[in-house]
């Protein structure tokens, strides 16, 4: 099973014998990077094998234009996962169909968390606060284009994350002179505003 393999087809196999299903589950419960980028995935089925991927370090679960369709409820379902708690990366670039429900229920386990990229989302302030209250180790976040989010999630994020390294905001709302308060935060603080979203690992460069 290569990290570029066909998640349905996964599901489907497996169910072909018990023996096949074995050798699935040993697979993915080995793994420490999973990618659904580009797949047609759901709520259900992706859970399913977060959940099985007890050694996960690395999530991506960005949408495509006609894949992983995920909501509120695959992050609520993924959140109970054993494996959140020790995640150091996750992306939702573009998920439509989340909000802070399911971004808060998520972030809030993931104490881990050092870079996440939640660009390209409908989240408001409410998410950003649980990052700064329960993500304390992390380093970089995109929130690209997240035009719900405010001044005053910035500002709890930066200073609640004291670790934060790198924040990308292009694409807000926000105004300009408002970044001057977070550098107060945190001078040393890289604001970028370039969008970037063909590298969901979301690393300080």
């Not at 996750?90 to 660009?119: C, E, F």
Request: positive net charge; proline residues 2%; contains cysteine.
């Amino acid at each position: 099973m290569t990290s570029s393999m066909d998640w349905g087809g996964g599901c489907r196999a497996g169910g072909v014998s018990r023996r096949w299903r074995r050798a699935v589950e040993r697979s993915v419960a080995g793994r420490r990077r999973m990618s659904f980028a580009g797949q047609r995935t759901g709520d259900d089925s992706t859970a399913r094998f977060v959940r099985a991927a007890v050694n996960l370090r690395d999530l991506d679960i960005s949408r495509s234009c006609w894949g992983c369709q995920i909501t509120d409820q695959g992050l609520i379902r993924i959140s109970t996962a054993d494996c959140v708690k020790n995640l150091t990366s996750i992306s939702l670039w573009g998920l439509a169909g989340i909000t802070d429900n399911g971004v808060i229920q998520l972030v809030s386990r993931a104490h881990s968390l050092q870079h996440l990229n939640i660009g390209g989302t409908f989240i408001t302030d409410e998410s950003l606060y649980a990052v700064a209250k329960s993500c304390i180790n992390l380093k970089s976040i995109i929130v690209w284009s997240c035009r719900h989010v405010t001044e005053a999630g910035l500002v709890a994020l930066v200073a609640g994350c004291r670790k934060l390294e790198c924040i990308n905001v292009g694409g807000m709302r926000v105004p300009p002179e408002s970044f001057a308060g977070l550098l107060a935060i945190r001078p040393a603080l890289q604001i970028r505003s370039i969008p970037q979203i063909l590298n969901a690992n979301v690393q300080v460069s």
